[in-house]
């Protein structure tokens, strides 16, 4: 199982990289590349109709501005879509590309995290991954579990 992480612009890629990050701490398989919505829209076709078929379970894409291309390879491709708005030099404070991916029609639907929200998104993907996988699951369960003991150490020393 595989997951595509795929951007607009080389420029998002400090955003995804947080995606890629934790991917890669859940040893889960990734692939990255930009598919741009508006400048290369027969690679988003071919990406889009075919990703499927080279083993990949759930894209993670992400996108500034108008921020098409989560939506677009949701309109096309069978598997699920991970939006993650990001916040671009083009950006109207980021609701452009956050309203772009939230406000899907019925029948296209995308899953959208937060604004730069990429390391969510590659939790996200984890998980749904996790749902057949029992090793994934595993670490998913020990990333969560650390989340809380960080937060209850956190708190102790808060209490001294």
């Known amino acids: 199982m595989k997951v595509a992480v795929i951007m607009g612009s080389i420029s998002d890629m400090p955003i995804m990289q947080e995606a890629i990050d934790i991917l890669k701490a859940f040893e889960?398989?990734?692939e990255v590349d930009i598919v741009s919505a508006h400048r290369t829209p027969?690679?988003?076709?071919d990406f889009s109709h075919?990703?499927?078929t080279r083993g990949i379970s759930v894209v993670i894409a992400g996108a500034g501005g108008a921020a098409h291309l989560p939506g677009m390879?949701?309109?096309m491709s069978p598997l699920p879509v991970i939006g993650v708005p990001i916040k671009s030099s083009n950006s109207i404070d980021g609701?452009?590309?956050v309203l772009s991916i939230l406000q899907m029609p019925g029948g296209v639907p995308v899953a959208t995290v937060a604004l730069n929200g990429a390391k969510n998104a590659g939790i996200l993907a984890a998980q749904i991954i996790g749902s057949h996988n029992k090793s994934v699951m595993e670490k998913i369960i020990k990333y969560k579990t650390g989340l809380?003991?960080?937060v209850n150490i956190a708190s102790e020393s808060l209490q001294k």
Not at 42 to 45: H, T, Y
């Open 50 to 52: 075919n990703a499927h």
């Open 148 to 150: 809380k003991e960080a």
């Open 42 to 45: 027969e690679k988003l076709f």
């Open 73 to 75: 390879v949701a309109s």
């Open 28 to 30: 889960i398989e990734i």
């Open 95 to 97: 609701w452009d590309s």
